[in-house]
């Protein structure tokens, strides 16, 4: 299949050009690319069916795993959740457009397709501009996972959805202004008591400023090993994801510690002749010699660590590294999504040090 790339330049006249392509596509039941404030998405028109399931083939992704449908307006949440609580209105009209994922009761026009045979539907409302614009002229509500091939870092770059996607979908719009880097905050707000099945950008101290109580699935608690009889309510969270090709290990301790331990790492295995990818900070990126070093920023600047870790992660795929060690982060506010995605990432491979 031929795919489409055209960059958003912010000159009207040729912008005006892309947006009506990607339009007719949508509305064709074709796949286009578009990028996010949170990461990349691969969307395709929810109502219908047929389009959803070609998400599914250009991912290879399980089909038990749902989609977010994106829209432009409160209207459009009408008309796609059967029930909108009170606090769900409260949390959009302070979060919304933005990095958060609301979970509701489905209407049934809603396809089984879109939402995995659930009867949940989970929705968004981005603030991103590319992303706004292409909902309201399409007039499409857009089903859109991450525009990553399953199982891989969620791609955060035009680059990134090229490498995935080529070939594969209609259509990518580049325009890599994708600021947060990590995807939405996804909030249930089916259940009793709303709770938290991904963490991400919004934290769950700011979901508790605003609505009380709020509690966070036990299952995607930052840090833990899942005991075998627990299941995150989100379906995507069981799967592995966000890992890298070469086996990932956190290492935990004082910022000190960790990089002493991850240079002493980096000279044994590069004597036996390894190619080891390091995740560090700016503050000890000097120390290291060999190794295809990555710092994601300062470690007192939560948005750049967070902001360039998939990149990082897919930097070690390229470079065809044959073991990555990263430093840990702290895991307040934004942090706690950066550690909920690396824990993953390593498939809980922690050494405290
Ligand atoms: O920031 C984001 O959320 C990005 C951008 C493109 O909007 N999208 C994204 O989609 O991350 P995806 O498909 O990669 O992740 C969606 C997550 C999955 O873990 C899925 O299982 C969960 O949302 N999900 C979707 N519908 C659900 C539902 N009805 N109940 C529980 N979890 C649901
Ligand atoms: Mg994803």
Not at 51 to 76: C, F, W
Not at 227 to 242: I, L, T
Not at 326 to 346: H, P, W, Y
Request: glycine share 8%; proline share 6%; aromatic share 6%.
């Amino acid at each position: 299949m031929k795919t489409i790339i055209e960059t958003i330049t912010n000159n009207e006249a040729h912008d005006w050009k892309i947006f009506a392509k990607a339009s007719e596509f949508l509305k064709a039941g074709g796949l286009v690319a578009f990028p996010t404030e949170t990461v990349y998405g691969l969307g395709a028109d929810t109502m219908q069916a047929e389009a959803a399931k070609k998400i599914y083939a250009a991912k290879g992704r399980p089909s038990d795993n749902p989609l977010i449908v994106h829209i432009a307006d409160e209207k459009a949440l009408r008309e796609l959740a059967a029930e909108v609580p009170d606090t769900a209105i409260t949390l959009a009209r302070r979060f919304w457009p933005g990095p958060l994922t609301m979970i509701f009761k489905k209407r049934p026009e809603v396809p089984d397709t879109i939402t995995g045979g659930l009867d949940t539907v989970a929705i968004r409302m981005p603030s991103h501009p590319t992303a706004a614009r292409l909902i309201r002229e399409s007039g499409v509500y857009i089903a859109a996972p991450s525009a990553n091939i399953s199982g891989k870092p969620s791609p955060t770059l035009a680059k990134h959805v090229i490498d995935d996607m080529k070939g594969r979908i209609d259509m990518i719009i580049a325009d890599d202004t994708v600021d947060i880097g990590l995807e939405s905050t996804i909030v249930d707000m089916s259940a009793e008591v709303p709770m938290v099945l991904r963490p991400g950008y919004i934290s769950l101290a700011q979901l508790r400023t605003v609505l009380g109580n709020v509690v966070m699935d036990k299952a995607v608690a930052c840090g833990e090993q899942l005991p075998a009889d627990v299941k995150p309510k989100a379906p995507g969270m069981k799967y592995r994801h966000y890992a890298p090709k070469a086996p990932l290990t956190i290492v935990r301790g004082t910022p000190d510690n960790m990089a002493g331990f991850i240079c002493g790492i980096l000279e044994e295995a590069s004597a036996y002749g390894d190619k080891v990818g390091v995740i560090t900070t700016d503050e000890h990126i000097h120390c290291f010699t060999g190794g295809i070093v990555e710092s994601l920023g300062s470690r007192s600047d939560g948005q750049a660590i967070a902001r360039n870790l998939f990149a990082a992660l897919r930097k070690f795929d390229e470079r065809e590294v044959d073991i990555i060690y990263s430093e840990s982060f702290d895991d307040t506010e934004v942090g706690q999504a950066v550690m909920n995605r690396l824990i993953k990432a390593a498939g809980h491979n922690i050494i405290e040090v």
